[in-house]
């Protein structure tokens, strides 16, 4: 598991139910109609465009998925795909979009500051938090590991009840490798590579 020792495990787990969605976006004021479609008071449908970037299949496909499970509750998104710089340069910098697909790169760090404290680089969501920012500056400034991993996990509790964005996935692999082969990051893989000058071998069996 990428960052193991910092992970909230013991958080409650959401479950798939389309009905107790349709029950809080009833509560929100959107109904579903004889179309199935979800319309809110002044008659208009709830639709949105999702932006995802091209040449990747697990994000189309990604993208498809999302697509489909609202649909089957009533809400149309039109998937808008582009390259993957154009993406970034002209809608999610200058924050022109309603959502977007995206990816990021899983640090060795868990330090989360640029990306979800309030007004920072990363944060292209606007998230602003403050219970989120001071466990986050807690969390970066520590050099306790005790400290840091109940920063990190209570941020994740905070998370739960105040998304800055909706995790999807992240995805399962399975890794083989040489029993001598040492400094590889507890990572995905594609992420693990990026930090080659860490890794070494040491004597024994292949």
């Known amino acids: 598991m990428a960052l193991g ?36 008071a002044a008659g208009q449908p709830f639709a949105f465009t999702l932006l995802v970037d ?47 697909l995206i990816w990021w790169n899983t640090p060795l760090d ?6 979800y404290g309030t007004d920072q680089s990363n944060n292209d969501v606007r998230y602003s938090n403050r219970r989120a920012d001071s466990l986050l500056t807690l969390g970066r400034a520590s050099l306790d590991p005790t400290v840091r991993q109940a920063a990190y996990r209570e941020f994740q509790a905070v998370e739960a009840e105040d998304p800055p964005v909706l995790l999807l996935y992240y995805p399962r692999e ?10 590889l990051p507890a990572l995905g893989i594609r992420d693990a590579l990026r930090h080659t000058e860490r890794f070494f071998f040491t004597p024994g069996p292949t």
């Open 5 to 40: 020792d910092y992970v909230a495990a013991d958080l409650p787990r959401i479950p798939y139910d389309t009905a107790a969605a349709l029950a809080l976006l009833a509560e929100a004021g959107w109904r579903r109609g004889g179309d199935g479609v979800l319309r809110n």
């Open 54 to 100: 091209k040449g990747n299949p697990s994000r189309e496909q990604a993208a498809v998925a999302v697509q489909q499970q609202l649909r089957a509750i009533g809400v149309a998104v039109t998937i808008n795909t582009m390259e993957f710089a154009s993406l970034v340069r002209d809608y999610v910098v200058p924050r022109r979009h309603e959502a977007y």
């Open 110 to 115: 868990p330090d989360q500051y640029s990306y």
């Open 174 to 183: 399975l890794q083989v490798r040489r029993a001598t082969l040492q400094g």
